[in-house]
């Protein structure tokens, strides 16, 4: 079968002499079979459908007025008189799509030829498909195009005694290319030194302001005023509001937390301000996340998120979600190498859509997706908001696994999870800094890349 996070299909299309022809590559790890339907012109393209090996090539041929389809079927197995099926794209019971097209989930490359020429791209849910033209009726059809990479951030806490000034610990930002930060609360100096830095900012609405800012508008007006509007030379990339609110949270945020929202979204819609506002949760909100086809809102999490998550799809905002694979590992569920990104016997196959999970970040992060996807949520992208590996207080903590863990997270992001391999994944590392004064008991005193009082990493890191 074929691993869903890593297809590199090429198709090259040129037209010579009245001729359309085709170049296939496959570049893929794994077997692809290519379906085509022949919507103008009789030539066939392709019988219909063939198989490539990984790093086989083929040549077809059709005439300048072909019109037509083309998509490639993933996970298929057909026996010697090729009758099977494919587990996407399937065009029916025949090796050969004789006159029919790829099931509905499949991304397309539509091509028309006549009297006016063009092209279009169905979108799916299987791979990502790009069409570059490359001239009068040439075209270069890739199939999940190489995706680009988004910019690691950090999160910038503030629980400790020995922390750098905040002028400081931007200009650290700066030095170490860190394009990316999310701070958990307004912090008048650390805003002063991020104007005009370029560095993109999650601001989160601390838990503890949710109920007053649902309770009034005015009040909403005037936390935007002082934190966001009055700082309009910071980019501002989402507003988080709220941070792994509970249903039953202390302080009532649980019960308040949509109406916090939107009134946020109101007071920047009114001072013309275009900034995303979420909130963030975390791994507890979800169950039956093995294998993660089954991931779902727990009970209590659904009746609470839903309408939230109604809201971002109007806003078409993303989910942030806080993933720690090391608490997986620490609780004895998963083995370290599968938490560290590392080749284990813990790698699966999904029986129920045959994805193939290596890590215990792609199985977590395609737990969350499924679970919007049952909650009217398929079409949000999830903002990885918390990442992380401590150095001591823990099994497995320690500066190299921490060194191993944020060195391959950072490499794998790029490219997507299995159930969305096309599209990079936004991720925040946590922390910048240990911090001393953590004493919630969660074990997260020391996430830190770098030590507070010398400034120094801990271990080497490139961030982008």
Same mark, same amino acid.
């Given at each position: 079968? /074929? $691993?869903?996070?890593s297809f590199h299909i090429l198709f090259f299309m040129f037209i010579t002499s009245g001729v359309a022809a085709f170049a296939t590559?496959?570049?893929?790890? +794994?077997? *692809? ?25 083929a040549q077809l041929t059709a005439s300048s007025e072909w019109s037509g389809h083309v998509w490639a079927r993933t996970g298929c %197995?057909?026996?010697? @008189? ?39 791209? *169905? ?5 990502? !498909? ?6 009068? $009726? ?38 170490? $290319?860190?394009?990316?930060? =999310? ?30 800012l649902a309770d009034s508008q005015t009040e909403a007006n005037t936390w935007v005023r002082d934190n966001v509007q009055k700082y ?23 019960? *308040? ?12 819609? %009114? ?26 809102? +727990?009970? %209590?999490? =659904?009746? &609470? ?11 078409? @905002? ?19 190498? &599968? ?5 284990? $016997?813990? %790698? ?18 395609? +737990?969350?997706?499924? /679970? ?7 079409? !949000?992208?999830? *903002? ?32 997507? +999870?299995? =159930? ?7 991720? #925040? ?16 005193? #020391? ?15 490139? &961030?982008?």
């Amino acid at each position: 079968m /074929a $691993n869903f996070s890593s297809f590199h299909i090429l198709f090259f299309m040129f037209i010579t002499s009245g001729v359309a022809a085709f170049a296939t590559e496959d570049s893929c790890p +794994s077997t *692809v079979w290519q379906g085509t339907l022949t919507r103008k012109d009789d030539n066939n393209l392709g019988a219909g459908g063939f198989q490539l090996n990984p790093g086989a090539s083929a040549q077809l041929t059709a005439s300048s007025e072909w019109s037509g389809h083309v998509w490639a079927r993933t996970g298929c %197995e057909f026996d010697s @008189s090729g009758q099977g099926s494919c587990v996407i794209g399937d065009c029916g019971v025949d090796f050969t799509c004789a006159g029919s097209g790829g099931d509905s989930s499949v991304t397309m490359a539509e091509f028309i030829h006549g009297e006016k020429d063009y092209f279009d791209v *169905v979108d799916g849910t299987n791979v990502k !498909l790009g069409v570059k033209p490359q001239g009068d $009726n040439n075209y270069l059809i890739t199939f999940c195009p190489a995706t680009t990479a988004e910019p690691i951030g950090v999160c910038f806490g503030q629980f400790g005694s020995n922390l750098p000034k905040p002028s400081d610990v931007v200009a650290m930002y700066k030095q170490y $290319n860190i394009r990316r930060m =999310r701070m958990y609360g307004p912090n008048p100096e650390a805003l002063d030194a991020l104007r005009g830095s370029n560095i993109e900012l999650i601001l989160d609405v601390p838990n503890g302001y949710l109920k007053r800012l649902a309770d009034s508008q005015t009040e909403a007006n005037t936390w935007v005023r002082d934190n966001v509007q009055k700082y309009n030379d910071v980019r501002f990339k989402y507003i988080s509001v709220g941070n792994e609110v509970m249903p039953r949270g202390p302080g009532g945020a649980g019960t *308040v937390l949509i109406q916090a929202m939107q009134k946020i979204d109101k007071a920047l819609s %009114e001072a013309g301000l275009s900034i995303p506002v979420s909130t963030t949760t975390n791994m507890g909100a979800f169950t039956d996340t093995y294998p993660p086809s089954r991931g779902r809102f +727990s009970d %209590e999490y =659904r009746n &609470f998120l839903q309408p939230v998550i109604g809201f971002l799809v109007s806003k078409r @905002s993303p989910l942030l979600v806080n993933i720690y694979t090391y608490f997986g590992f620490k609780n004895g569920n998963f083995s370290l190498d &599968f938490a560290l990104f590392i080749p284990s $016997n813990d %790698e699966f196959k999904d029986p129920n859509n045959q994805h193939y999970y290596q890590n215990l970040f792609d199985a977590n992060l395609d +737990s969350v997706y499924a /679970a919007l996807d049952k909650s009217g949520g398929g079409s !949000l992208e999830v *903002v990885v908001s918390e990442s992380g590996w401590p150095t001591q207080g823990g099994p497995g903590a320690s500066a190299e696994n921490a060194r191993i863990y944020i060195y391959n997270l950072i490499q794998h992001v790029k490219n997507g +999870s299995p =159930r969305r391999p096309w599209k990079a994944i936004e991720t #925040y590392i946590f922390a910048m800094f240990d911090e001393n004064e953590r004493l919630d008991g969660s074990g997260m005193s #020391y996430f830190g890349l770098f030590l507070p009082t010398t400034k120094q990493l801990k271990y080497g890191v490139n &961030f982008n």
